[in-house]
């Protein structure tokens, strides 16, 4: 179940790299190929469950109000900094609240290069 949305699966067109390499079934290539397929797959479920294998059972494509929103600085001397934010959207008072805010958190590009061995091609 995931934390925010309380969904029993995992939103795989939204989910960092870690989270869908904990998948039962995942393998890291599969990983790998799914993490650099993903922008351009059909936002079809068939697509996706083919594109997962055996990792699709617990998987899913279904929206939810919760965003997940990282932004990254990065600086002219090379310095960067990046922030994460979980809102949830639809309040009845509020158009959304905040779940989760943290500073200093990786990019999923950092991420997800750790993940499939450093390499730049996912």
Do not use: C, H
């Not at 939103?11 to 960092?16: E, G, S």
Request: no cysteine; charged share 25%.
């Amino acid at each position: 179940m995931t934390v925010f949305s309380r969904q029993p699966k995992i939103n795989v067109l939204v989910a960092p790299p870690e989270v869908i390499a904990a998948l039962p079934g995942m393998t890291p290539s599969a990983l790998k190929e799914f993490i650099g397929t993903r922008p351009t797959l059909p936002r079809d479920p068939a697509a996706i469950a083919a594109a997962l294998g055996p990792a699709q059972a617990s998987a899913t494509i279904e929206k939810s109000d919760f965003f997940r929103i990282r932004t990254t600085i990065r600086f002219e001397n090379g310095r960067q900094t990046s922030s994460e934010v979980v809102i949830d959207l639809g309040g009845e008072q509020d158009p959304y609240r905040v779940l989760s805010w943290r500073d200093a958190v990786e990019t999923t590009t950092d991420r997800a290069r750790k993940l499939v061995g450093g390499s730049d091609d996912f």
